[in-house]
């Protein structure tokens, strides 16, 4: 008995076995480790539009009432806000250095520009991208802007994510990543998820100021 046991565990075919389910296992591994790496590289650059939310929300000529919105003084004919949400959710940080020549990343929103109003950065500490845009120009009754926003070249750290609040007039448009100078960083777009809840403060009162934007309601009411 103790000979067959051995003629069996010295024997060829069982070493072959077992090195036949080693290197099995081996490419499983190696499968599954690829597979992570390439759905979560070194550094990823995402974007989504979060919210697209138009101020003119209340159709036609409401009971003889107009509601008008201004951007220092001059009317807007759609306005909207639109929230963008830009991450770094690679395993690494993305540096200044690393924007080629120094470009900065282009987002373009579709419809003209008309100002920053707000950006927020998580987690906190996390450096505050600086952003750049043509300016918004009034001559007359005559407005015009550009449709792009820039990011400058800055530090955007792994698990970082942006949300840039963008006021413009047109009609809802895709926002597309016209310039990715960024170097070994892969670009990725995600679809827009369900859209975020409407403005925080319904158009309740009849004028709502915002800086040089103001929001009102005229009738010709007594």
Known sequence: MNTLA??????????????????????????AWAALRSSNPKRQLTWRVRSNTPLMSVPGNPQGSELAVTF?????????????????????????????DAQ????????PVCTILDVTTSPA????????????????????GECWVDVLPTLLSKGQEVVLSVLVDGDEKPVDLVRFPLVDVTPVSEAPG???????????????YLGPIRIRVRSDRP
């Not at 003629?7 to 499968?31: F, K, P």
């Not at 900065?104 to 419809?111: N, S």
């Not at 369900?194 to 709502?208: D, G, M, N, V, W």
């Open 72 to 100: 220092f003084g001059a009317p807007l004919a759609s306005p909207r806000i639109v929230e963008l949400v830009i991450a770094n959710s690679g395993r690494r940080d993305i540096t200044a250095p690393m924007f080629h």
């Open 6 to 31: 051995g003629d069996w565990w010295e024997s060829g075919s069982w070493w072959q076995l077992v090195v036949t389910i080693a290197a099995s296992i081996a490419v499983g591994i190696l499968g």
């Open 104 to 111: 900065p990343l282009r987002f373009d929103f579709g419809a």
């Open 194 to 208: 369900e859209r975020s809840r409407a403005l925080a403060e319904a158009l309740s009162r009849t004028s709502i």
């Open 125 to 144: 500490g996390s450096i505050r991208p600086t952003f750049d845009t043509a300016g918004w120009h009034i001559v007359g009754d005559d407005t015009s």
